[in-house]
């Protein structure tokens, strides 16, 4: 039996960034809920609410909302109910293709959305943007952006490298 390699352990400076990140973005997902709950919703309802706000017509395929807010399509569809209650969606048929379903924001959806923004929008401010100098929130759009790009091949990749016997 081959032995595993050794890992590319963290140097004590890689380990320190490394658990400050986990504990900031840990912490700054909770003052953000925490803030939204002022209108009785948790930041993953906020946000795909606010993914359909954006699209066109106020209406997304599950399959593309479950991508953009990067949630498994279970969970997007358990949010989506808790969201109809409350007569914020409706599901409707793909306009395009009758076969997929589409969440539909209402006008009651939007009106709550926009004032939900103005909370979200002042927390994101408080709890990030507004601790850090403006290049150094810059730098951090950046090196976000290159991890994100980095998880898309990922887990593009991923399928054909869990292919039995490969």
Do not use: N
Request: net charge negative.
């Amino acid at each position: 039996m081959a032995q595993e390699p050794e890992p590319r352990w963290l140097t004590e400076s890689e380990q320190d960034a490394w658990r400050s990140y986990l504990r900031a973005s840990r912490a700054l997902e909770v003052s953000l809920d925490r803030d939204l709950q002022s209108h009785g919703v948790g930041l993953s309802e906020y946000e795909l609410l606010s993914m359909l706000s954006e699209a066109p017509g106020g209406r997304l395929r599950m399959s593309t909302l479950a991508d953009l807010v990067i949630q498994s399509r279970s969970r997007v569809t358990h949010t989506a109910s808790r969201l109809e209650k409350r007569g914020w969606v409706t599901r409707e048929s793909c306009l395009e293709d009758r076969r997929g379903v589409e969440l539909v924001l209402t006008p009651a959806g939007r009106q709550e959305v926009v004032a939900m923004a103005h909370v979200h929008v002042e927390s994101v401010r408080r709890h990030l943007v507004d601790v850090m100098p403006p290049a150094q929130f810059a730098a951090l759009g950046e090196a976000m952006a290159l991890v994100r790009a980095a998880q898309d091949v990922t887990s593009v990749a991923e399928p054909a490298d869990l292919a039995p016997g490969s």
